[in-house]
């Protein structure tokens, strides 16, 4: 049974279509990443069903904000909200890979030891090459690409 919306609660479904647009995806590719058709998405963006406490979860981790600061404010049911965890992850392995990578090459332009910085970079063009391999997703598979370019930069700088 759906639940009744207070005049001053936003729905929780244009929140959704919000999010999404402002990163520029459309219904398709946030249906993809929810594992939804894209009917199911219409259906949760238009009010005609509310979404589950696994969906709100896998919607927060996309946006990059907490389950409770999704719902916060909507007409989302309290018996629901009281169920969600606390946090959601907030990154993808390529974006925890790309972070790490970042934070190496910073570290070996502070070095001075040409060939562990060589062995290093190596390690992480093989990282990132296996990584793009097993990416379907055509925003990671780009910020893979650039990555691996930015190693091969970091690795020309050494010679």
Same mark, same amino acid.
């Given at each position: ?79 629901? *909200?009281? +169920? %969600?965890?606390?946090? &959601?992850?907030r990154?993808? $392995?390529?974006e925890?890979?790309? =972070? !790490? ?23 992480? *063009?093989? +990282? %990132?090459?296996?990584? &793009?391999?097993?990416?379907? $997703?055509?925003?990671?598979?780009? =910020? !893979? ?9 970091a ?5």
């Amino acid at each position: 049974m759906a639940m009744a919306a207070r005049c001053d609660d936003e729905h929780l479904g244009r929140r959704i279509a919000k999010l999404r647009a402002d990163l520029g995806w459309t219904q398709q590719e946030l249906a993809a990443r929810l594992a939804i058709s894209r009917t199911a998405l219409s259906h949760l963006e238009g009010g005609v069903s509310i979404p589950g406490e696994r969906t709100v979860t896998i919607l927060a981790g996309l946006f990059k904000v907490e389950p409770h600061e999704l719902v916060a404010g909507t007409a989302y049911p309290s018996a629901k *909200a009281e +169920r %969600l965890p606390a946090v &959601a992850t907030r990154h993808t $392995e390529v974006e925890l890979q790309l =972070a !790490l990578l970042d934070r190496d090459l910073a570290w070996h332009h502070r070095l001075d030891l040409c060939t562990e910085v060589r062995a290093e970079l190596e390690r992480w *063009a093989s +990282r %990132l090459r296996d990584l &793009a391999a097993s990416s379907h $997703e055509p925003t990671e598979s780009a =910020a !893979l690409a650039l990555a691996l370019r930015k190693v091969g930069r970091a690795l020309d700088d050494l010679t």
